[in-house]
T-cell receptor, first 113, second 111 residues
Framework: EAGVAQSPRYKIIEKRQSVAFWCNPI?????LYWYQQILGQGPKLLIQ????????DSQLPKDRFSAERLKGVDSTLKIQPAKLEDSAVYLC???????????FGPGTRLLVL | GNSVTQMEGPVTLSEEAFLTINCTYT??????LFWYVQYPGEGLQLLLK?????DKGSNKGFEATYRKETTSFHLEKGSVQVSDSAVYFC??????????FGGGTRLMVKP
């Protein structure tokens, strides 16, 4: 069974530029999550989708971050404009259902200069 | 709110030594508890989990027991190997299935 796919794996941008990350969850997984992991810290949830609806986005900085999962399968996370403090690894995870174990992708490492 | 606290690293051990990584949590209700592992250059992998009090999760020689009375979920392994070198994260989920992670503990095992 294929795991959670993410791209790109690495991205370097200048501050104030925009960037987008893509995630394809495990086939059949209804719930999708985006996490931000700053170096030396544990991951922090940004947003959770159930199919194509948002369940929780309370920790998403909505002035600059946006995410969508239009067809209930893959998802895109965007940052516009990026700040230096956005440098982190962005992890996507999926679970079969709302209360099931989450499986993580390899992450996208973002460096904002 | 819900939180997870785990011992700071790095933890440096010799091969075949006994490992304990402490983890405590605060939560309303009865969370599920997890240990995830992150090997160098890789994503998070689920190591083990426990969903109710007194449950023991185990995998690859690692064990952790859900202790409600002490709000703890300490990770143990009887004999570590060099290949166990990684960062270990303790985590819990609330009713909304949102994972709250501890800060991670880096384990380094020397031959």
């Amino acid at each position: 069974e294929a795991g959670v796919a993410q791209s790109p794996r690495y991205k370097i941008i200048e501050k104030r530029q925009s960037v987008a990350f893509w995630c394809n969850p495990i086939s059949g997984h209804a719930t999708l999550y985006w996490y931000q992991q700053i170096l030396g810290q544990g991951p922090k949830l940004l947003i959770q989708f159930q199919n194509n609806g948002v369940v929780d986005d309370s920790q998403l900085p909505k002035d600059r971050f946006s995410a969508e999962r239009l067809k209930g399968v893959d998802s895109t996370l965007k940052i516009q404009p990026a700040k230096l403090e956005d440098s982190a690894v962005y992890l996507c995870a999926s679970s079969l259902a709302y209360s099931e174990t989450q499986y993580f992708g390899p992450g996208t490492r973002l460096l904002v200069l | 709110g819900n939180s997870v606290t785990q011992m700071e690293g790095p933890v440096t051990l010799s091969e075949e030594a006994f490992l304990t990584i402490n983890c405590t949590y605060t939560a309303t209700g009865y969370p599920s508890l997890f240990w995830y592992v992150q090997y160098p250059g890789e994503g998070l992998q689920l190591l083990l989990k426990a969903t109710k009090a007194d449950d023991k999760g185990s995998n690859k020689g690692f064990e952790a027991t859900y202790r409600k009375e002490t709000t703890s979920f300490h990770l143990e392994k009887g004999s570590v190997q060099v290949s166990d070198s990684a960062v270990y994260f303790c985590a819990q989920t609330n009713a909304g299935n949102m994972l709250t992670f501890g800060g991670g503990t880096r384990l380094m095992v020397k031959p």
